[in-house]
Structures are given as C-alpha cells and as structure tokens.
C-alpha cells in the first residue's frame, strides 16, 4: 500500500481483527443478512482489512453496503441461482444481493468444475459490489488452482481519446499458489488508480497523483495536484492504466473493455448492452493446476519464480522488489498482531450505527 | 498504430497480400517446413500485415524465424504432442516448432473442448514465437466463443522498482465476436510499449517515448529522447505498462508475472521457475458463447457496447473514440485493396533470400 493512503499512525486507532469481524457480523444481521451469509461477509471485508487493502476494507465499504440494504437495492437474503451451466462453465444470477456473498458461492461452482473438469468458468449477473476481488480469487488458491476474479460496472474510466466515462474501474485478481512463497495475488483496477483511493485522497485530504484523472475536457491531467482543483465528478473522470496513449493507456482501456466483456455480456446482465451500467456484473474462473501436471511441482517452481522476482536488483533509492500479493502478506501478519488502523471517524460511525441497530459496542 | 511508426509513404513499396504470402510461405518450405505448416505460418503472418500490427509482420519477424530455422533452434517438422489433457484442459508440447504452428494448434484443441465441455484451457511449452498473439486469440471468434492469447519468454521487462529484467514483454490477447461490428480484438505487451516497436523506432531513426525504458541505473525514464542517448540494451530495460509506480507500473508488472504463470508455470515450461527465459511458453482459452447463453443476442449486445464506445464524445484534438480491434480492421480493408506497405530495405532481404534459396522474386 502506497504510504499516500495510510490512516496518520498518530491518529490510527488499533482495532483486533477478531472484534472488528464480530462487529461487522452484527452489521450484516442487523440489515436482515442470514447468520452464514453474515460471516461470509464479513470475512472478506477482514480479509481486506487484514492485508491492508484499505481502499476495500469496513472504513469505505461498510456504510454503503448498509445504506444499499436499507435503500432496497441490495437484497439481504438473495435467491442464488444457476441459469445455465455445462461441464465447466455456468452463468449465474446473485439475486440481487451482495458481491460479497455471491461472489465466493460463484467460486465454489468454479472449483467443483475445475476439480471434475479441469476448469470451470463462472459469469455472475445481478450481483451487488464483491469487496477486494483478491479474496475470491484466492479461493481458488485454497484448492491448489489458479484463481480469476473480474468485476465491471459503473461509469468511471474515460476511454482513450474520450471525454466522458463509459466504462467501470474493472478490477482483474489471478492468483495462483506456491509452496514456502506466499502465493502470487494479483488484484487491481484497470485505471490508472483504485476508484476508492481517489475517495480516500478525498477523505485524507492528499493531493490527487499525475495521470490519475482527466482535466474537465477529457484531457489527461498528468500534473496533479489538491483534490479541490479537480471537478466534483473526478471519481467518474479516470485514466484507463497508462495514463496517455503515448505511455499505453489503449492497453488499460482494452483491459477494461475485457472485463466488461466477461463479467457484463457473458453473463447477459442487464445494462451492458447500452453502457447503461448502474448494475455490477462478475466473472470467476478457477484451472485445476492437476489438471495440467504435478501439484508439487508447480508449487516449487512457482517458489522459484517469485523469490527471483523479490530477489531482483533494485534500483536506487529502493531497497527491495516485491510480487503481487507479498506487501499483503507481510501486512497481515502485521495486522494479525497488532490490529487494524480505522480512522477515528470510522470508529465513531461504528459507535453510533452500533446505538442505532442497537447491538453492543466493543472495538476500542 | 501510431504514425510514428510507419514506413513513410513516400519510401513505402506497397507489395499485394497475395503476393507477399506466397513468398513467405516459399520461404518457410525453403527451411523445411511442411506444406501445410507453410502457409499456416504465413496466414498467421499475414495477418499480421494486413491488420498494421507491423511489429509482428514479415518485416520484423520473418528473418529472425529464417535464422532460427538455420540454427537448429526451430524444428521445422516439430511432433507436437499432448502431454496430459482432461475434459476441459490440456498441456501441450510444441516439439520444438515455430509457434506460428503450434499455438493454432493448441487453439484447435481448445476450441473443440469447449465445444464438448463449455471452455478449453490449454498450456503450451518448447515452442517458438507465435507472432501477432491476436491471430490466435480470433480463432476463436470465428467458432463464436471468446478467445485469449499470451505468449511468456525473453528477459525485457524490469520489475517495479528493479534494476534488471526479469520478465518478457507478456502479451495479452482477448478477443469476442459481435454481429455488425468488427470483433473486439486485444492484444497488446504488458510492457508500456511492444518491444518489437523499440527495434522499429531504432530501425526508422526515431525517438524512444518517455516512458517506455529505464535509465543505466533502472530508474524509469520520463524524459524519452533519441534512441543512441539510451543503452544499447534498452530492448532489456523496459519498463511495465503504468512506467512508474505512481502511474501504475505495478499493475503492468503484475499483469506480466501472471502471463508468466500460465504460459510458462502451468506448461511445466523448462527455465520459468528459475527465470531463465530463453526458451518461450504460449497459452490459449477458448470460452464457448453458447456455453452461457444466445450467440445472437450475445452478438447484438456486443454491437450496442461497441458502438457506444466507439460513439464516446471525443476529447479535444481527436475526432474518435476506437475500440481495440477497430483500427486493424480498418488498416485490414485498405491494405487488402492497396497492399502491405514495406520499407525498401524489407524488399532487398526478399530479393536477396529468394536468390539465396533458389525461389522466384516476384514482390514489386
């Protein structure tokens, strides 16, 4: 995580990871989510807290989950179901209800196929926001398989060349296991930036980065500068990854019209077709690494692979190369022992929605 | 393509399609190359061509295969062998052929699994270069599935805050059909620039882009500049798609690290788990559309999404917003009518190979 979007350590408020989890359950109840489905739940936005992805942990995500059950548009307790499947694809409708919850369940069909058929492949449509796409991704990992986790939807990232925004931020997570390394998790938007972290900026009050959103005109901004001198709308005025055409943002967007792609028109969800795209679709795919050789084998030599890469001379002013994944896993255990840093507006909205639904309150 | 990269037109001898095939396809037989594995290779080049993917045509490619041919490195009559497959997977060994061949190949393999079972996964090791990765990715298309590409190998790419190559510059190909639009077709380096464009720039004496390599010590350059200013290795120090960390080169590094796993990890591919790359390793998909749903409704709203992309208001300087895929297609219809635009020194090696093998020179 960039040191950019950290919570100040002299503000940060330690909270375990255990009673973070146990508040967070109660959140879920309390807006009418089933017990398992609550724990599903909060397990993902823990494994996000936990890694230190803040930008999809309880501070950005928790409030708009809840403010979504309360409105109607997100259904607390879903009908899951299978609209067509073959011996190693499906298409699924999550019923409305939250990405969170669908998402692993999506997995779970895509691991039972792989295990059967060597891969299985899974579009999701009428599905709410699915938190950090690592974690569904890593489910994969859990059964020695290699992970894919997409999410599309929303209107922020401008296309190359254009002026206005048409597509999501479209996240791609693979992740694949080794043995003594931790696994390679690789998850990330396809702007320039995480949709949150500008949010977050906001939040913190950090200056917007150079090349992470377009000037009023659709012209890449690769200046930056305070947040207050963007226009309002900057979290629907992104940067496909590139930035420029000069520096491949054709390439981010090109990924981000492949997101779409998977999760949206494969899964025939509703908007897709005509960019209209206030609904969120999703795309899970799990290949069985047995399926193409020894499991132990792939393990070492992915052990191999990703201690050369963290091995990799750095370059000046940098002491070390990491992989996808690494940072996360030395910040858990981090976090682990010593809690999660929540900004103390987080706690308070945790104290009061805690008065409002009335369950106790034990983070601090 | 950008025009930087064009043969300037008033040097460019336009050579007809056909014309140019059946030289290369003489120039394959002339190294030993079946027939039928002749013109299959030169199809794949070919498209290339005509689709002004120039990096990937015959004038960058076809010396280097004739070379690999005469050092033994490429066997022109490879056995290409299943090495384990199950329902929906399969590895695959290219014999040590040129992977013009042996990826259409693989992706036949994957296209008849998905016919069976709803997708086909299949990894490929001891294989050459595969050309324009877009080729095989569109196989696909024509059967009415989704399609995907990658190709592992070569030390180019420098991870994120590294000082050496650890990677090559991993190709991703996507491609899906729609009805009266030309198919989505992506393909593109993880790195900010194909390496192949970097010989080009050298070859027509024009500017390295900032962004595109590091500097001697590995920090990114953000400057660009004249090619002779950089290391003459500059084709091994190129920076991942995003350049820099505050721009996101962690995502194209990433990206690359993925492509890597399934080409090179998921084919037990020979060298990847030590990161000597020297040899190359592919990977195709096929998913099947009628797996998941309709072909003809997942046609007509692939034509609504692309539209409203290419429709997207334009920003300031450009007249159009594309989608990936719609600049080959239209490159395609105009040098189907007025022929492949070469560079005169691309004319003299034809002349020069086709006396060398005793074959008719009947390009211009």
């Known amino acids: 995580m960039l040191e950019h979007f950290k919570v100040p350590s002299d503000i940060a408020v330690k909270v375990p990871v255990d009673k973070l989890r146990v508040a967070t359950e109660a959140v879920f109840r309390k807006c009418g989510v089933p017990d398992k489905e609550a724990k599903l739940g909060a397990d993902v936005l823990m494994f996000a807290d936990q890694h230190g992805i803040d930008t999809h942990g309880v501070s950005n995500m928790l409030r708009s989950y809840v403010s979504g059950y309360n409105s109607g548009l997100l ?25 969170l919850m669908t998402t692993p369940k999506a997995m779970e069909i895509a691991i039972e196929k792989a295990k059967e058929s060597g891969s299985g492949i899974v579009s999701i449509r009428n599905s709410g926001h699915l938190g950090a796409a690592g974690y569904h991704a890593m489910m994969a990992v859990e059964s020695d398989m290699i992970g894919w986790c997409m999410t599309a939807g929303g209107k922020s990232m401008i296309p190359t060349f254009g002026a206005e925004a048409q597509l999501g931020t479209n996240p791609i997570a693979f992740a694949a296991p080794a043995d003594k390394e931790p696994a390679f998790m690789f998850d990330a938007a396809m702007t320039s930036i995480a949709g949150n ?37 900057s979290l629907r005025a992104q940067l496909p990854l590139g930035s420029t055409r000069e520096l491949g943002s054709h390439k981010g967007y090109g990924l981000g019209v492949m997101v779409d792609i998977l999760c949206g028109q494969l899964s025939f969800a509703p908007g897709f077709a005509t960019l209209d795209l206030s609904r969120r679709a999703h795309f ?30 750095p370059m000046p002013g940098h002491d070390r190369v990491y992989y996808a994944g690494l940072p996360e896993y030395e910040e858990a255990i981090k976090r682990n022992k010593y809690g999660v840093p929540l900004h103390p507006e ?8 805690s008065a409002e639904f009335e369950i106790p309150f034990d983070l601090v």
């Open 75 to 99: 259904n607390p307790d879903p009908v899951f179901s299978i609209v067509k499947e073959t011996a190693s694809t499906a298409l699924v409708d999550g019923g409305g209800g939250l990405g």
């Open 197 to 233: 972290k500008i949010g977050l900026a906001n939040r913190l009050g950090r200056p917007l980065g150079a090349g992470w959103v377009a000037n009023e005109d659709g012209t890449p901004n690769m200046e930056g500068g305070a947040a207050s001198s963007f226009a309002a709308n």
């Open 284 to 313: 899970v795919a799990a290949y069985s690494v047995d399926a193409f050789g020894s499991v132990a084998e792939f393990k070492r030599n992915m052990d191999g692979m990703l201690k050369g890469l963290r091995e990799t001379k």
């Open 346 to 353: 987080v706690i308070d909205w945790f104290r009061s929605i």
